[in-house]
């Protein structure tokens, strides 16, 4: 008979201070993945409480290694430009059991879970306030405008990339990991950063005249499925589509 799925004492007071995480035991190949709970506060809950978010994330196994050799070389880098993630859940929840049924669902032991740092599992500060601004989100939205940008370098239009600091109007050249290259109408080439930027607006004009926003500043999450974007290929240094090849 198999033992039930329960978080010992020392595991529940890792939970609420640090957070617990463990390795997804069966992640598709060139993948790997963890399951994370933090706690939360909800202050505009009612009544306020406190809560578990519990996240599922799944990267790259090319993009895992370029952090950790990153960090090895003691880089001064942020893990989130360099993650690519393939695949992620996330709820709330303030029932324990629940934590426990989900990671019952990718690591067969309760004994498996641990901080996240001994794991190596990407996170945040735990006990803090709900935001909906999750590093992996932003790591989603970038890609989709990486996406974005592809096409436009692959059929050659003319964009308008307006971020609130920097207008310039031109055709996209090579895009990078954390830039793109854009060159005008006077052949100057402009390197322009892939951060988060809730102001960007792009828009393409088409041919009678008609202005296409492609593009706008969002006030809220959009969803996201990981498996439409491309990842970028740390060993040839470009992005790929997820129709090409898989990474080696």
């Known amino acids: 008979?198999?033992?039930?799925?329960?978080?010992?004492?020392?595991?529940?007071?890792?939970?609420?201070?640090s957070g617990l995480a463990a390795y997804v035991q069966?992640?598709?190949?060139?993948?790997?993945?963890?399951?994370?709970?933090?706690?939360?506060?909800?202050?505009?809950?009612?009544?306020?409480?406190?809560?578990?978010q519990v996240q599922r994330i799944e990267v790259t196994w090319d993009s895992f290694e370029a952090?950790?050799?990153?960090?090895?070389?003691?880089?001064?880098?942020?893990?989130?430009?360099?993650?690519?993630?393939?695949?992620?859940?996330?709820?709330?929840?303030?029932?324990?059991?629940e934590v426990e049924r989900y990671f019952a669902m990718y690591t067969d032991k309760p004994e498996f879970a641990q901080h996240p740092d001994h794991v190596q599992c990407p996170h945040e500060f735990n006990n803090h306030e709900l935001s909906r601004d999750l590093p992996a989100y932003f790591n989603l939205k970038r890609r989709k405008l990486v996406r974005l940008l592809l096409h436009y370098q692959a059929t050659g239009c003319m964009?308008?990339?307006?971020?609130?600091?920097?207008?310039?109007?031109?055709?996209?050249?090579?895009?990078h990991l954390a830039?793109?290259?854009?060159?005008?109408?006077?052949g100057k080439q402009t390197s322009l950063w892939l951060g988060p930027c809730?102001?960007?607006?792009?828009?393409?004009?088409?041919?009678?005249?008609?202005?296409?926003?492609?593009?706008?500043?969002s006030c809220r999450p959009q969803g996201f499925d990981p498996a439409s974007l491309p990842v970028w290929d740390f060993g040839r240094q470009v992005w790929v589509s997820p129709h090409e090849e898989p990474l080696s």
Do not use: C
């Not at 830039?179 to 006077?186: E, G, L, P, Q």
């Open 179 to 186: 830039s793109v290259d854009v060159t005008d109408s006077t």
């Open 198 to 217: 809730d102001s960007l607006r792009i828009s393409v004009t088409e041919p009678d005249g008609y202005i296409r926003a492609d593009w706008i500043p």
């Open 26 to 52: 069966r992640p598709p190949e060139d993948r790997i993945g963890w399951v994370l709970a933090q706690g939360v506060w909800l202050p505009e809950w009612r009544p306020k409480k406190w809560a578990t």
């Open 1 to 17: 008979m198999n033992k039930p799925f329960h978080f010992d004492l020392k595991q529940t007071n890792t939970l609420r201070v």
């Open 159 to 175: 964009m308008t990339w307006d971020d609130g600091y920097t207008r310039i109007q031109g055709r996209v050249g090579h895009v």
């Open 67 to 97: 952090v950790q050799a990153a960090a090895e070389a003691q880089l001064d880098f942020e893990p989130w430009d360099y993650y690519m993630v393939t695949d992620h859940d996330l709820f709330l929840t303030d029932d324990m059991a």
